[in-house]
C-alpha cells in the first residue's frame, strides 16, 4: 500500500511540472519553446510556404496565448488566405496587447480596407502613426490616404499622400493614389501628371507608359471590387 501512495505521488508531481512548464511558454516534453516555433514559423513565412507557417504559429500561440508577435504573424497569414475576418480577430489582439505596435495597426487598417470598414480602416492607420517611434510612417500614411479617398474625402485623401511622400521621397506608390483622387476630383492634368511621375521614376518601368499598360491589364485579370475600378481608373487617366 505505502509503495502505492508513493507511486501516485510521485506521478502527481510529474504532472504537475509538466503544466509548469507549458505555462511558462516551454513545452518540456517535446524541449522547444514558443520562440523556437515562432521562428520556424517566420523562416516558412519568408519561403511562401504559409500553410506550413501558420502551424508553427498556432503551436508558439498555445505556448504564449498573449504574446502580440505571433498573433501578429498568425493575422499576416490569414490575410494571404483572403480570410479577412479572422486577420481582424488577430491583429486586433496584438494592438490590444501592445499599444505601440504599429506594424499590427498598419495591418488590421489594411484588413478593415479589405472589409470595405473604411472608418475602422482610418481609426486603425490613426493609431499606426500615433506612436512616433514608428519606422515606416510612410506606408500608413499612404494607406490612410486610400481610406478616405474610399469614403469620398478627397482632401483628406490628398494631405495624406502627400504626407506620405514628404516623409519618404523614394516611396512611389502615393502618386498612384494621387492619382486616382485628381481624376475623382475631376483635376485630370494632375491626375496625369502624378501617373506620370510614377511612371517615370518605378525602375521596372523606366517611363515606359505601353509597359504600364500592360501590367495594369495583366492585374485586371484577377482584380475585383475597389481594386478593379482603381485599375480601370489609371487606364482611363493614361488615355489623358
Not at 502580440?68 to 479572422?86: H, K, P, Q, R, W
Not at 519618404?168 to 486616382?180: E, H, M, Q, V
Not at 502624378?194 to 517615370?200: M, P, R, T
Not at 501590367?215 to 485579370?221: A, D, G, P
Request: glycine share 6%; net charge neutral.
Amino acid at each position: 500500500m505505502k509503495k502505492y501512495l508513493l507511486l501516485v505521488a510521485v506521478l502527481c508531481c510529474s504532472l504537475m511540472v509538466g503544466c509548469a512548464a507549458r505555462s511558462g511558454g516551454v513545452d518540456r516534453e517535446e524541449g522547444k519553446d514558443a520562440e523556437f516555433y515562432k521562428k520556424i514559423g517566420i523562416s516558412f513565412m519568408s519561403e511562401g510556404r504559409n500553410q506550413l507557417a501558420f502551424v508553427e504559429f498556432q503551436k508558439a500561440l498555445k505556448l504564449q496565448p498573449n504574446d502580440a508577435d505571433t498573433l501578429y504573424y498568425i493575422g499576416l497569414v490569414y490575410m494571404s488566405f483572403d480570410e479577412v475576418d479572422n486577420a481582424i480577430t488577430h491583429f486586433s489582439r496584438a494592438v490590444a496587447l501592445r499599444v505601440d505596435f504599429s506594424e499590427a495597426a498598419n495591418s488590421l487598417g489594411e484588413a478593415y480596407l479589405r472589409a470595405k470598414k473604411y472608418n475602422e480602416a482610418v481609426s486603425a492607420f490613426q493609431k499606426a502613426l500615433a506612436n512616433r517611434f514608428y519606422k515606416t510612417p510612410e506606408h500608413a500614411m499612404n494607406n490612410l490616404g486610400t481610406a478616405y479617398y474610399r469614403l469620398g474625402k478627397l482632401d483628406d485623401a490628398l494631405a495624406s499622400y502627400k504626407m506620405a511622400l514628404r516623409r519618404n521621397p523614394s516611396f512611389i506608390a502615393p502618386y498612384l493614389g494621387i492619382a486616382l483622387a485628381n481624376n475623382k476630383a475631376g483635376q485630370f492634368g494632375e491626375a496625369s501628371d502624378a501617373l506620370g511621375l510614377f511612371i517615370d521614376i518605378d525602375p521596372t518601368l523606366k517611363g515606359d507608359r505601353e509597359k504600364m499598360e500592360e501590367s495594369i491589364r495583366m492585374r485586371l485579370v484577377a482584380a475585383s471590387g475597389d481594386e478593379e475600378q482603381d485599375l480601370r481608373d489609371l487606364l482611363e487617366i493614361l488615355k489623358y
